[in-house]
């Protein structure tokens, strides 16, 4: 019987098998044999083994039938690893960890972002995140003000991001038409946005930057639909110049932002 299964391009899959890179990922991750560690993708296992290896507990996520019946099978005998059959849309972390964990993952392209940002909102979250991206993802995950975007603005009020290493489309199979990026992202101590008001935040910088090249006041106002005049009263009054581009901001002005337009947030 055939225990290997193809990569299906509808899901996205490309399977990281370059064990340096794996062995990088696992030092970055810095993990202790007391860790949680929830990974996303198990794939065909290559970078589950070596979380496995570290003795820690692993949860890791296969959405895929095939992967899960023939490749992963080889786990049913590992007393610290438990491979789950979901999508990672639908895992709550609250119904496994009890605290924050790590989250380890080489993350499908076309809803990187969307579970990124799905696990860091969550309760519990990762307290430290060590995820494979797009590299144009990454780079923008870790932008710095004059370049800052929905996501920089979003994850940097509540993790330190650092972009880590670079991955060539060599270290997978099939390789990706695009390099790829590894990126730390560690839990702040005393984030910006209350756990509260992260989906509130995300939908206000989502609407600040509905028309980034345009000034501060009109993107704000096209995104909220609220009068301009209005808008421009309100960025007075917190001495934020309204003819400012989004991508200037820095996480700590995005702050003050949203807490000056939180009621209009819908």
Do not use: C
Not at 175 to 203: G, R
């Amino acid at each position: 019987m055939n225990n290997r299964s193809n990569p299906k391009k509808s899901l996205g899959q490309h399977f990281l098998y370059d064990q340096n890179i794996i062995n990088k990922i696992i030092s970055a991750a810095d993990i202790d044999q007391s860790d949680n560690i929830l990974e996303i993708g198990s794939g065909r296992g290559h970078l589950t083994e070596a979380l496995m290896n570290t003795g820690a507990q692993i949860i890791s996520l296969e959405i895929d039938d095939d992967l899960y019946n023939y490749d992963l099978q080889r786990f049913n005998d590992a007393t610290n690893v438990q491979i789950l059959h979901l999508d990672a849309i639908d895992f709550d972390s609250a119904d496994f960890f009890n605290k924050p964990f790590k989250l380890i993952a080489n993350l499908p392209y076309n809803v990187a972002s969307r579970l990124l940002r799905k696990f860091l909102f969550s309760d519990p979250h990762p307290d430290l995140s060590i995820v494979m991206l797009q590299r144009e993802v990454a780079k923008n995950i870790v932008s710095n003000p004059n370049k800052m975007n929905i996501l920089s603005s979003t994850f940097q009020t509540i993790t330190e991001t650092e972009l880590l290493f670079n991955v060539k489309p060599t270290s997978f199979i099939p390789p990706p038409k695009v390099y790829s990026s590894v990126v730390k992202l560690k839990f702040k101590d005393n984030p910006l946005v209350e756990k509260s008001d992260l989906d509130d935040f995300f939908k206000f910088v989502l609407a600040a930057f509905i028309a980034p090249r345009k000034q501060i006041k009109n993107s704000l106002s096209l995104g909220l639909k609220m009068d301009s005049d209005v808008v421009e009263k309100i960025l007075n009054n917190i001495d934020i110049l309204p003819t400012r581009r989004p991508q200037t901001f820095t996480i700590f002005e995005w702050k003050l932002l949203f807490d000056s337009f939180k009621g209009e947030v819908v």
